[in-house]
């Protein structure tokens, strides 16, 4: 029996959490309190990529995703928050049968999971993260046409969501 | 150390909390959340991958898992605001007329 | 003594220094936008608490402090009480990442004047008043107010589309010091010279998302008194709006000492080589200057429009920031 590490209690305590915090997200009935679990799940799996090494992507986890996508969702809320009164029943008719779907599926990735043990290889040394990463994203021979297409799918998502929220256009 | 599978064991169970959210509830905003557990259960995979093989690839995939991600919020909670407009509930059953 | 305690202990001295100028800079800024304000409108402004009413941010904390803690009948209780905590706590730790001096000697130990010194500081930056959003809406939300819940709203819009042009802007430094560290902006300075010479529509941009990112006129829609009564606190009284109130000013001090590092050379200055503590003085004076804008600002101009202020944020600073992030690139590039 090995001594159990810091990193390994850091890991335990937060994965717990962060399930915790996630189960809280699909049952709560108060929209903004599941808004509010869901930005701690957020920040949770921030403090897990901070575990495996990827400090700039758990930073780029909190501004993207609880800075901007969170927000934005609280926002939506608010906006709707006449829901927030709603009484009725929270789940559809076939909520037995969508259990058994995320129950199966889970049973079968787990024994996915399971069954292959991943081969330890040598991790390669990554001297700055930020500096390859920035370099990845502009190399012609790697990712350059993917962060293109991302760019121009960001104003396609841009133009569309405007388009949506125009106002006067349902009237007609 | 800690061991992927763990890391990935994690992410395993997030998607799948995320799958019952989506199937089960009616409130649009709640499966709206529920995608976004999924999409972050993903990147979890995504930047365990990267640690165990030692390459950036699976950070950068995360990077543009995080740019679908807001693409969709921004075109999503539009949908959802202009759906509350017209019907005065995100209720996805009350969604079910092609001319609303 | 191992090297990790005297870390240690080195970390929680400066992060309690810290908090405790803070908070007396709070303490005195309100009393001198009080005094300034009376100047401005031709009166005396507080005087009758010590000696020029120095005494009066104390006065007005123990006030405070005796105040009757009010929550409303329909708030959400456990939001209510986490919303001044939550608009706090970001803005004390934003100022962990900003160097208010060079490395000093001190006890035979080197020691960096600025609580730490991360390699991604200005990301640091950006996170951290990402996240400072949250207290505002959750107050607005959790008043069960529809003055606090328009206030909160309007927050929220406002600081998610200001935080845009405000990230933007801080890219022309980081361009021209080729590092995100803030001690790595401020040696590139001492090189060259201030940023705000190379960058002024950035320093301006920054400056100018900055007062709306802190919600400081003209930019204070979110607590618009005419309109909104107090915006998102309205519900909020004894020390739990002291909280808020701290929040505001410390973010102040916060955007100003980021700017003051970012374009104005941080605690550069004349003999601050050979004597380290003046860079604390210059640091102070530089973040002083800038303060004392934001409250000139205040007093002189009209609060905008909520349309204008938008219209101000998406159509003319975000494309003066994209703009000013082009040409910085372009000219970094073909300049060497």
């Known amino acids: 029996m090995e001594a159990v590490s810091a990193a390994q209690i850091i890991f335990i305590v ?36 901070v575990l495996l090494d990827a400090g700039f992507m758990a930073t780029v986890q909190i501004v993207l995703y ?45 024994t996915l999971l399971w069954s292959i043990r991943w081969p330890a290889l040598p991790g390669a040394v990554v001297g700055d993260t930020v500096l390859a990463l920035g370099r990845s994203l502009v190399d012609p021979n790697q990712y350059v046409i993917p962060f293109e297409v991302a760019s121009v799918m960001l104003i396609i998502a841009l133009i569309g969501s405007i388009t949506l929220a125009l106002p006067g256009k349902q009237s007609e | 150390m800690i061991p992927t599978t763990y890391y990935l064991a994690l992410s395993a169970i997030l998607f799948s909390i995320g799958v019952i959210g ?4 009616r409130n649009a905003i709640v499966i709206f959340m529920s ?30 898992v ?22 005065a509930s995100i209720d996805v059953d009350a969604v079910n007329l092609l001319k609303g | 003594m191992s090297p990790v305690i005297g870390i240690v202990i080195e970390a929680i001295i400066k992060s309690a220094l810290m908090v405790f100028v803070l908070a007396t800079a709070f303490a005195y800024l309100t009393l001198a936008e009080r005094k300034i304000a009376a100047f401005v409108q031709v009166r005396k402004g507080p005087n009758r608490v010590g000696p020029w009413g120095l005494m009066q941010p104390a006065a007005d904390g ?31 730790v934003i100022m962990a990442v900003v160097p208010i001096g060079p490395d000093v000697e001190l006890f035979g130990r080197s020691i960096r004047l600025g609580i730490s010194d991360l390699n991604v500081g200005m990301l640091y930056i950006l996170s951290v008043a990402s996240v400072a959003v949250y207290g505002i809406v959750l107050a607005g939300w959790s008043s069960a107010n529809k003055y606090s819940l328009l206030g909160g709203l309007r927050a929220s819009a406002q600081m998610i ?68 009564t107090a915006g998102y606190f309205t519900e909020y009284s004894g020390m739990k709006f002291s909280l808020f109130f701290m929040g505001e000013y410390i973010k102040m001090v916060a955007v100003c000492a980021i700017a003051t590092t970012l374009f104005l050379g941080g605690y550069l200055g004349p003999y601050v080589e050979q004597l380290p503590w003046l860079g604390i003085l210059y640091f102070t004076i530089k973040t002083t200057a800038l303060l004392f804008l934001m409250i000139w600002i205040r007093l002189t101009l009209p609060r905008l429009r909520y349309d204008q202020l938008m219209a101000f944020g998406w159509k003319v600073l975000l494309p003066l920031a994209l703009a000013n992030v082009v040409v910085t690139a372009t000219a970094t590039v073909l300049l060497g």
């Open chain 2, 66 to 87: 995080m740019t679908v991600a807001a693409a969709e919020v921004a075109v999503g909670l539009a949908l959802i605001v202009a759906i509350f407009r017209s019907k």
């Open chain 2, 35 to 64: 995608i976004e557990l999924m999409l972050n259960s993903a990147n979890l995979a995504f930047v365990a991958f990267a640690r165990e093989f030692g390459t950036l690839d699976g950070q950068l995939m995360v990077f543009f």
């Open chain 3, 161 to 228: 589309s200001y935080e845009i042009a405000l990230g933007l802007s801080i890219i022309g430094p980081i361009i021209l010091a080729g590092t995100m560290s803030l001690q790595g902006i401020i040696t590139a300075q001492q090189q060259s010279t201030w940023y705000v010479l190379w960058q002024p529509v950035g320093a301006l941009v920054f400056f100018l998302a900055g007062l709306a990112e802190v919600n400081r006129a003209p930019f204070d829609m979110p607590e618009a008194e005419q309109e909104l």
């Open chain 1, 66 to 110: 609880i800075g901007a996508i969170a927000i934005l969702i609280v926002f939506a809320v608010m906006l709707t928050r006449r829901v927030m009164q709603d009484v009725g029943p929270q789940s559809n008719e076939n909520w037995w049968l969508g259990t058994i779907v995320a129950a199966v599926f889970f049973a079968a990735i787990s």
């Open chain 1, 14 to 49: 937060v994965a717990l959490l962060t399930v915790a915090t996630t189960f809280l997200v699909v049952t709560v009935r108060n929209l903004i309190h599941a808004a509010l679990w869901l930005v701690a799940t957020l920040f949770g799996i921030a403090v897990i990529f």
């Open chain 3, 62 to 92: 123990i006030k405070l402090l005796f105040k009757e803690e009010m929550v409303p009948a329909g708030a959400d209780k456990v939001l209510f009480f986490l919303a001044p905590i939550l608009t706090m706590i970001p803005a004390m």
């Open chain 2, 22 to 25: 989506v199937l089960v509830r």
